[in-house]
């Protein structure tokens, strides 16, 4: 059998990661059962939301086209969904028999591994103290009670507190309000957003949009005119590093899990 020669270093040049590490974060995202339940698309499905998220800027249309061609000719070699694509190229060899039987181009794959891991999931990299005051003495305690039972990142409060009754058994086994509970787990939803940060995420919730809903109904140009009627309260220049258009697009396509 002809060896597959593959060169490795195009990993870390399209996602920054090396390739174990890039398999590793996905799998540790697909191990939650919302994910699993909410998020692992099968290969048409992948399109369909590709579209969604993207589809609203003709900016992205020749990256959506390329990527829509690949999630097809995936589906015809029967990847069954997200999880299944990651199982079948998870280590070098794996992904040397996978790219030489699909004859796909090892880039084409890590590109869509990218895609999986930067727009399809959500990221797992935002500590929950971070979501909370972090001068309020009260609020930290509360976040350390979490921790206690490995409650710590954006998608764990997802994972355990989604849910009216799993928030209130979670308030009983920690000893944490559930109010609190609830606030967390509407700003982590928010962290779902592709490329969101903490610092997003407090501006939306001064503006009134603390929770995916709010922002998934709203025009565009109100949510324009409460972002900068926010902005100019708090002296901040409207720039261009928050798309807007972008973030209401992304809300719609977001499946809803929170229940308020």
């Known amino acids: 059998m002809r060896q597959v020669e593959i060169d490795w270093s195009i ?33 048409k499905e992948a399109a369909t939301h590709l579209e969604k998220l993207l589809g609203y800027d003709p900016k992205y249309e020749g ?30 060899e794996k992904c040397k028999r996978f790219v ?22 959500p990221f797992r990299n935002v500590y929950l103290k971070q979501l909370s005051d972090a001068g309020d003495k009260i609020h930290m305690k509360y976040v350390k009670k979490l921790a206690e039972h490995n409650i710590k990142f954006n998608l764990d409060i997802l994972e355990y507190g989604r849910t009216r009754s799993a928030r209130q058994k979670l308030s009983k086994a920690t000893g944490v309000p559930e109010s609190f509970i609830t606030d967390l787990a509407n700003r982590a939803d928010l962290t779902r957003l592709p490329y969101m940060s903490k610092k997003t995420v407090d501006h ?25 009627t926010h902005f100019d309260k708090a002296g ?25």
């Open 100 to 121: 030489k039987k699909s004859k796909l181009r090892f880039e084409d794959v890590v590109s869509v591994l990218n895609y999986i891991f930067r727009w399809a999931l």
């Open 204 to 228: 939306l919730c001064s503006a009134g949009y603390d929770t995916m809903s709010k922002l998934a109904t709203v025009d565009v140009g109100t949510l324009k005119e409460d972002i900068k």
């Open 236 to 260: 901040i220049r409207l720039g261009s590093f928050i798309d807007l258009s972008g973030l209401v697009a992304w809300a719609k396509a977001t499946p809803e899990i929170i229940e308020n």
């Open 63 to 92: 990256y959506v086209t390329r990527m829509t061609n690949l999630f097809r000719k995936l589906d015809a070699l029967k990847v069954a969904n997200y999880y299944d694509l990651v199982n079948r190229v998870e280590n070098a």
């Open 11 to 43: 990993v870390k040049k399209l996602t920054l990661w090396s390739y174990e590490d890039l398999i590793k974060k996905i799998l540790k995202v697909l191990s939650y059962n919302f994910i699993q339940e909410h998020y692992d698309h099968n290969m």
